[in-house]
C-alpha cells in the first residue's frame, strides 16, 4: 500500500514556542552548534494509489484539515 | 418571551454550562445546543463556549469546525445572525474563517490564569454594546494557545477598519498576542471572538466582579431592537 507523507511547518514568521522550548534544552544537555529549532507535524497517509488525483486529493485535505494556511506551510510527497 | 441564546456543547467543552448561566443571569433564554445535530432550534444568537473540543487534537478548534452543527452556525453567522466564541470558540470562529487570524501557543509557553484586564475599543458590535469605548473591563483569563496572530497586512485592517473590539490593558500583555489584541469582529460586527471569559464574571460570588455580563446583556439589546 502506498503511503503519501504530508509535513507541516509554522510559517518562518510565525512564532514557534515549543520549537524554542526544544532549542532552549540542547545546551542544558551539552549540545552546541544548533541555532535554531522549528516543530511541525508529519502525517503518514495509506492511501490505494500514488497517482496524480489522489496527490491532488492529499493536497486538498492537507490545506483544508491538515494545516491552517494562516499560520502553517505543508508539502505533500509520495514515501519511498 | 426572552430571545433564545443557543450554546453549543462539543466533546470537550468546559464553559458551556458557565456561558448559559450568564445568559440566565442577562436575562435571556439559554438554550443547549449539540455539536452533533444540524439544528439549531430557531435560536436567536449563539455562543461557542471555552474548553479543549476534541481534545485540542490536530488545532485547537481544527476539528470542532467540521462538526455536523458549524455547518449551521457558519450559515447564520454569514446571515447576520449574533455569534460569540470565547477562547476555544474564538479559535474555532477562526478556524472556521468567519474570523481572521489564528491562535497559537503562549510565548512564554505556560498556560496562563489570571484575573485580566481589557479595554473596549469597539462598542458596536452585537456583543459590546452594553460598554463604551476606552472602557475598563477585567474578567478572567485562561489559556495555554491564546497567542493571536495574523500576518501586517490583516493586522493593519483590523485596526483600521474598527475591528478590534478588545485589547489586553495594565500594562499586562498575557501570551504574546500581536498588538495586544485580545478579541475581534467580523466586518458586519455580528461575530466576535475574544480569548478572555466574560461569562465567568457575571455574579460577585463566583468572579472577579460582574464586568463580563456586558456581554451577553449587549447582544439581548441588539436582538430587542431588530
Known sequence: MPRVIVDVMPKPEILDPQGKAVHGALPRLGFSGVTDVRQGKRFELEVDAADEATLAEVAKIAETLLSNPVIEDFTVRVDG | ?226
Not at chain 2, 37 to 55: N, R
Not at chain 2, 83 to 91: A, K, P, S
Not at chain 2, 138 to 148: A, I
Request: aromatic share 6%; with cysteine.
Open chain 2, 1 to 226: 418571551m426572552a430571545p433564545k441564546v443557543g450554546v453549543v456543547t462539543f466533546p470537550g467543552s468546559l464553559d458551556d454550562v458557565d456561558a448559559r448561566r450568564a445568559v440566565r443571569i442577562a436575562g435571556a433564554e439559554p438554550v443547549a445546543l449539540w455539536h452533533g445535530d444540524h439544528d439549531l432550534q430557531g435560536v436567536d444568537a449563539i455562543v461557542l463556549p471555552g474548553g479543549f473540543s476534541y481534545g485540542d487534537y490536530l488545532r485547537c478548534g481544527a476539528i470542532a469546525r467540521f462538526a455536523p452543527i458549524m455547518t449551521e452556525v457558519v450559515a447564520a453567522a454569514n446571515g447576520g445572525l449574533p455569534v460569540l466564541g470565547i477562547c476555544n470558540g474564538f479559535q474555532i470562529l477562526c478556524e472556521s474563517h468567519l474570523l481572521p487570524g489564528a491562535l497559537i501557543r503562549n510565548d512564554h509557553r505556560t498556560f496562563v490564569c489570571r484575573d485580566q484586564e481589557l479595554v473596549v475599543e469597539n462598542a458596536s458590535t452585537a456583543w459590546t454594546s452594553a460598554y463604551s469605548v476606552g472602557q475598563s473591563v477585567t474578567v478572567p483569563l485562561k489559556n495555554g494557545e491564546g497567542g493571536f496572530v495574523a500576518d501586517a497586512e490583516t493586522l493593519d485592517r483590523l485596526e483600521g477598519e474598527g475591528q478590534v473590539v478588545v485589547r489586553y490593558a495594565g500594562g499586562v500583555n498575557p501570551n504574546g498576542s500581536l498588538r495586544d489584541i485580545a478579541g475581534i469582529t467580523n466586518e458586519r460586527g455580528n461575530v466576535v471572538g475574544l480569548m478572555p471569559h466574560p461569562e465567568h464574571a457575571v455574579e460577585e460570588l463566583t468572579g472577579p466582579g460582574t464586568e463580563g455580563l456586558g456581554f451577553f446583556t449587549s447582544v439581548l439589546t441588539s436582538l430587542v431592537a431588530r
